[in-house]
């Protein structure tokens, strides 16, 4: 493998040891001295008034301290839920955010919303006591599609929100979009599903929560993104000041975006926490989070894409409906709407750009931001639309990339739908992909899968997307040398698996020149100004203030160190965590300055938006018997800048990867249409990707330097779903094609493709 | 789970005892249908008896031109017992494709065939095979044995002790895996025995069912074709957000042909 990358650590990530020896602190593992058991009474229907929630026999229950129902959340005023959406949509009108009481009064909006919380001695007792709530419904119809949702007639889910409909939010110009389709030689158009999926991270959600009187702070420990983002909603939701909020975390057993909101059971929690003055503790079971644990993407989009006879792009239109679950949350309302528009023109050149985004309500689970959060949806429908016009216009789906690529010269390019992207050689990294990939021999390997019975494809898909986005306007990183020699980090970046010990770790350890042992990463533990981790932007942001902060040291001990050994600070010269005055041999260690107080600096800066981009070639062998699809090559080639440690960088890529996959091939949240029940609430029904499905992840890196941070890095952590998705289903199309099978959505599980190649049969018969 | 006793048996004839003066009470073997039951409060009994490890119910031996399989050994050890290799290589597949890796090193083939899952795996070879299901009361010839959807002809009490499979001339069992439970979606056993073809199919039907037009068919031949054109019902199939009737009915068909295929040891 070319070695186009940054020096890199060829240890093992150093959290590893802890985290697979056991020895990891998660959200259960937190247990405080005279704790209480939450447990939820949840709707086991899909839209019903609550007609009168009867907890007599529950509080009675031995054990039982107190049952909370939605009228203690009306009454304590918990009803405002935080939405991060400011920006107007179509026609200046702003979205609607209807109130969601922590505990839902007078009305459930899903399977799985949580109605009362019974709090007792034992998790047990709380347990059994939930089930002694007697609940009386009256049954709503129910809506479990957002595009059955807008249409007129549906059940309607909140007064406030007539027509279901959240948000109607534009992006780009709708005539000039309107005119290129109208008068273009050629218009490929395609409706594409971009399913519902449950993040399922390994770690459930968790949450125990204590109140200290005296002070009247609430301490929150949770499995979380960041603590700043989850303070800043949790106060936001309670009208508590943020000042007596501290989110306590340790080792977060992934999130995917799902661990980004303050879930209204946490503040139910700390309803009671205050009210009974015991800590209350609350862990969730997988069934609870397929019921309650915010969803994933969840779009229908109806795309055109107008090309003239050559094949360059002239415009492209789409309406995309999201589906937002019966309420919204924290994050969903931006990953669905601003987030796919600023990446809508792809790595293309497109004149004439809209796009017109509806967010609806329906009785489902509330969708967030997932991994990617917007952009490998909208990476999904350009990308189709244009191999699906390749195929159209019989032109070579990487030619017609080509043609059609921003040059590199029009860098950096200001993109109809309102982002810059930086400069990248989508050029270079094309040609680089095509080359690993062995493109021109496909149709000799096509021919082999052939003469053993199984259908072939070849799947492309060249990609970009914005990273960086925070909700907070600066990183804030702090250093302390300590006497022990130590160089303790502090951020509030919040590592869900991604290894900020490793790679923060190295960038001060490089920057310092000491090693890697020397330097602690402490996630969380200082009240610092801050983004948490998600949307790929913590070794651009927090990892930039590392090397500052790091720089920043080195500048300190210079002065501290000048005045030890009696030179002009000029004089002083720095090299391995030693100082020592130029020309003499006199020095002083950093561990001996810091001898009798720790030295501390603080950095911090503004950075990014960065543009990962890449393009990933993949290879599929169908058998036509079954519908099973197996995946047989996989080559990426990415920019994610310069590479802090390439262990990292493959991990994030086949993790991405392999979730992109799992979408593609099984991972679908299915709802009931009739009764709204949720069909798949177990790992017995939804498909979670298991190892096999994807083989070895071929990577190379292309790394063109971002100038937007100081290291010059991009955000990797969800280009691999961004670049999977669109590549794994262009290559079934691809196998597909050839029988006449007209295009297919996702997930393309075995059952699918066998009924698309069967009626493609028949047809041709 | 529920709060319940626990109670570990000393001997088969205890435990069956036991339930006899204890109707809700449940047994335990490797519980992994039962204890995932449990944990989501879906069974309330008022007992576990645990049977799992009772030395009467732990043995594999081949006599008599019969291969006896213990109720209590698990699905790794009849997958990996040479005299079961020996005896039946199918039967040994069969186990070896069950569930995973932990599944394996747990479940019993006692706890397979007294559920009677619709999806399991062990139901096809026991039927496939006209196998005899030993009780703590009685003999029960595999066609009288499985009664569909978790029913069989098991009464109160009764408690599976072994399985007896006459030797196969050939057999061979070919399964569509679940893309997320791994059980069954269609799996079809195929033997060649002294009373002749026997197919028994599960996972695709309430219950493990034999297949009569295939073996009608492969009774003049063990021919590939003979399946292509076996009458299938598919209205009586399963159909569900995973595979549709149609699916499973197209599946049935090429695991049997498939199956055919490893039986005539071509791959």
């Not at chain 1, 970009?464 to 986005?469: L, S, V």
């Amino acid at each position: 493998m070319a070695d186009t990358h940054a020096p890199h650590h060829h240890g093992n990530r150093v959290e590893d040891r802890r985290l697979v020896t056991g020895t990891g602190k998660y959200a259960a593992d937190w247990s405080l001295p005279g704790q209480l058991y939450a447990c939820f009474v949840r709707s086991d229907r899909a839209h019903a008034e609550i007609v009168s929630v009867n907890a007599e026999q529950a509080r009675k229950y031995p054990g039982v301290k107190r049952v909370y129902t939605g009228e203690d959340a009306l009454a304590a005023g918990y009803t405002k839920y935080f939405v991060i959406v400011s920006y107007p949509g179509r026609g200046g009108k702003h979205i609607i955010k209807p109130p969601r009481p922590v505990l839902a009064a007078r009305k459930v909006r899903h399977v799985g919303d949580a109605l009362a919380m019974v709090v007792a001695d034992t998790a047990v007792a709380a347990q059994d006591a939930a089930e002694l709530v007697e609940v009386e419904y009256r049954d709503l119809p129910a809506v479990v599609s957002a595009e059955q949702a807008l249409a007129p007639g549906a059940p309607q889910l909140h007064e406030e929100a007539p027509g279901n409909l959240a948000f109607d939010f534009e992006s780009g110009n709708e005539e000039a979009a309107g005119a290129a389709i109208a008068q273009a030689a050629h218009v490929t158009r395609l409706k594409l599903e971009v399913s519902r999926v449950a993040p399922s991270p390994m770690e459930l959600r968790g949450c125990t929560v204590r109140y200290d009187a005296a002070d009247g702070t609430y301490h929150v420990h949770v499995c979380i993104q960041g603590i700043n983002m989850m303070r800043k909603q949790l106060a936001a939701i309670t009208d508590v000041p943020e000042d007596r909020i501290v989110v306590h975390a340790q080792d977060i057993g992934g999130s995917f975006g799902q661990r980004s909101a303050a879930y209204p059971e946490y503040v139910a929690q700390m309803m009671a926490a205050k009210e009974l003055g015991r800590p209350i503790r609350w862990i969730s079971t997988r069934a609870e989070g397929f019921a309650s644990d915010t969803h994933g993407r969840a779009n229908t989009v109806t795309g055109e894409l107008a090309l003239d006879r050559g094949g360059k792009l002239l415009g492209l239109r789409l309406d995309w409906i999201s589906d937002m679950g019966g309420y919204l949350s924290a994050t969903g309302s931006a990953s669905h709407t601003r987030n796919p528009s600023t990446c809508m023109t792809g790595v293309y050149r497109i004149p004439a750009l809209y796009g017109r985004f509806r967010l609806a309500f329906t009785n489902t689970v509330p969708v967030a931001a997932y991994r990617g959060a917007g952009r490998p949806d909208m990476a999904y429908v350009i990308e189709r639309l244009v191999s699906q016009a390749a195929a159209e216009l019989k032109i070579d789906p990487a030619e017609l990339r080509r043609r059609n690529f921003i040059p590199k010269e029009a860098f950096p390019y200001k993109t109809p739908t309102g982002s810059t992207y930086e400069a990248t050689d989508l050029h270079g990294v094309l040609e680089r992909a095509l080359k690993f990939a062995d493109w021109k021999s496909f149709p000799a390997r096509r021919r082999r899968s052939e003469k053993a019975g199984k259908l072939r494809g070849l799947g492309i898909a060249t990609v970009i997307e914005n990273t960086g986005a925070g909700l907070f306007p600066k990183d804030q990183v702090e250093i302390e040398a300590t006497s022990a020699g130590g160089i303790d980090v502090y951020t509030v970046s919040q590592s869900q698996g991604q290894g900020h010990e490793t790679s923060f770790g190295m960038i001060v350890a490089q920057t310092l020149g000491v090693p890697l042992e020397r330097v602690r990463i402490r996630q969380g533990v200082k009240p610092l100004i801050g983004n948490h981790t998600g949307g790929s932007r913590s070794t651009a942001g927090a990892g930039s203030a590392c090397k500052l902060a790091a720089l920043k040291l080195i500048q300190q001990g210079k002065s501290l160190a000048a005045e030890r050994l009696e030179v002009e600070p000029s004089q002083v010269e720095y090299a391995g965590g030693v100082f020592h005055t130029r020309g003499s041999k006199r020095k002083v260690t950093l561990g001996e300055l810091a001898g009798k107080k720790p030295i501390n600096v603080m950095a911090e800066g503004t950075f990014g938006p960065t543009f990962p981009n890449g393009c990933h070639i993949t290879e599929v062998e169908i058998d036509p018997a079954t519908g099973v699809t197996r995946i047989v090559a996989y080559n990426a080639v990415d920019d994610c800048g310069n590479v802090i440690n390439h262990t990292i960088v493959e991990g994030q890529v086949h993790g991405a990867v392999t979730q992109g996959a799992g979408q593609i091939f099984g991972e679908q949240v299915v709802y009931d249409r009739e009764t709204g029940q949720l069909l798949t609430g177990s790992f017995m029904d939804y498909c979670m990707p298991r190892a096999g499905l994807v083989p070895h992840v071929r990577m190379q890196d292309y790394p063109v330097p971002s100038v937007s941070n100081a290291l010059g890095v991009k955000g990797v952590g969800e280009s691999g779903c961004t670049a999977s998705i669109p590549s794994l289903a262009n290559a079934v199309m691809d196998a597909l094609r050839p029988l006449g099978v007209p295009p297919v959505d996702m997930p393309f599980t075995p059952a699918r493709v066998w009924h698309a190649i069967s009626s493609a049969k028949q047809k041709s018969q | 789970m529920y709060a319940l006793n626990y109670v570990k048996a000393k001997s088969v004839q205890e435990a069956a005892e036991f339930l006899a003066a204890n109707p809700e009470a449940k047994l335990l073997a490797g519980g992994m249908t039962l204890l995932p039951t449990l944990k989501q409060r879906l069974a309330r009994p008022t007992h576990l008896v645990d049977i799992a490890g009772l030395p009467e119910l732990r043995r594999i031996e081949a006599k008599g031109g019969r291969l006896v399989v213990g109720a209590g050994m698990k699905h790794h050890e009849v997958a990996t017992s040479a005299v079961v290799k020996k005896a039946i290589p199918a039967l040994a597949g069969l186990a070896g494709e069950i569930g995973d890796p932990q599944v394996r090193n747990q479940g019993t083939i006692g706890g397979s065939v007294a559920n009677n899952d619709p999806a399991a795996d062990y139901p096809a070879a026991v039927l496939g095979l006209g196998a005899t299901v030993v009780t703590t009361k009685r003999e029960i010839a595999a066609d009288d044995y499985f009664q569909g959807l978790f029913t069989t002809a098991l009464g109160e009490g009764e408690i599976v002790v072994r399985v007896e499979f006459p030797l196969p001339k050939k057999a061979a069992y070919c399964k569509f895996h679940h893309p997320a439970s791994g059980y069954a979606v269609a799996g079809v056993f195929i033997a060649q025995t002294a009373g002749g073809v026997r197919v028994a199919v599960t996972g695709a039907g309430p219950g493990v069912f034999r297949w009569s037009a295939a073996e009608a068919a492969l009774a003049k031949g063990l021919k590939p074709a003979a399946l292509e054109s076996a009458k299938l019902d598919a209205s009586g199939l399963n159909s569900d957000i995973h595979a549709d009737r149609e699916y499973r009915a197209n599946l049935v068909r090429v695991m049997a042909k498939r199956a055919l295929a490893k039986l005539s040891g071509k791959k």
